[in-house]
Antibody
């Protein structure tokens, strides 16, 4: 069974960089065939796609966040990471990592982690 | 990119059927069959219910079905049950290699 688990600080100060890691078990990121995504959900709001990466390093980002987002992979640890720079209170959200089979949709999700931006 | 358009809420009585629409453009919903639907209960991660417009993952009840016509995709839930009460989101791949979600629909079982 594929499992994903987000980890990282739950509190980030304004203007700093939010950093989260997603650890994958039950599947190999370097095995190919899937895209690995970050998705967030503001409190009481809908889902917002942040971006995805392929194991080769190819990435695509939401145009509204592109200037501040970096998604990277560590295949040796079977992890992928999110960095969001220059955060403000508007970046306070639950952040999910998910496996994207493209045709098969986001078939496995992490439980989500709440990140609050506050001084 | 703009979010796909979903009704904010729908409701139905147990045993009835409801349909949730998801309207996009020819650059997303209308241009690809990469349309998926997700169910989210409060405090939980979303769960994949439909992929590739109309396919159900293993373990998902056949009371859930999906379809698409032009730029609008639809999720139908038949034989409504109390456990179906949740938020539902559609998503689509786009022509610019990104993904877009709908704004979400709250399903209330009366």
């Amino acid at each position: 069974q594929v499992q994903l688990q987000e980890s990282g600080p739950g509190l980030v100060k304004p203007s700093q960089t939010l950093s989260l890691t997603c650890t994958v078990s039950g599947d190999s990121i370097s095995g190919g065939g899937y895209y690995w995504s970050w998705i967030r959900q503001h409190p009481g709001k809908g889902l917002e796609w942040i971006g995805y990466m392929y194991y080769s390093g190819n990435t695509h980002y939401n145009p509204s966040l592109k200037s501040r987002v970096t998604i990277s992979v560590d295949t040796s640890k079977n992890q992928f990471s999110l960095k969001l720079s220059s955060v403000t209170a508007a970046d306070t959200a639950v952040y999910f990592c998910a496996r994207d089979g493209r045709v098969t949709g986001f078939d496995f999700w992490g439980q989500g982690t709440l990140v609050t931006v506050s001084s | 990119q703009s979010a796909l358009t979903q009704p904010a809420s729908v409701s139905g009585s147990p045993g009835q059927s409801i349909t949730i629409s998801c309207t996009g453009t020819s650059s997303d919903v209308g241009g690809y069959n990469y349309v998926s639907w997700y169910q989210q209960h409060p405090g939980k991660a979303p769960k994949l219910m439909i992929y590739d417009v109309s396919n159900r993952p293993s373990g998902v009840s056949n009371r859930f079905s999906g379809s698409k016509s032009g730029n609008t995709a639809s999720l139908t839930v038949s034989g409504l049950q109390a456990e179906d009460e949740a938020d539902y989101y559609c998503s689509s791949y786009t022509s610019t290699y990104t993904v877009v979600f709908g704004g979400g629909t709250k399903l209330t079982v009366l």
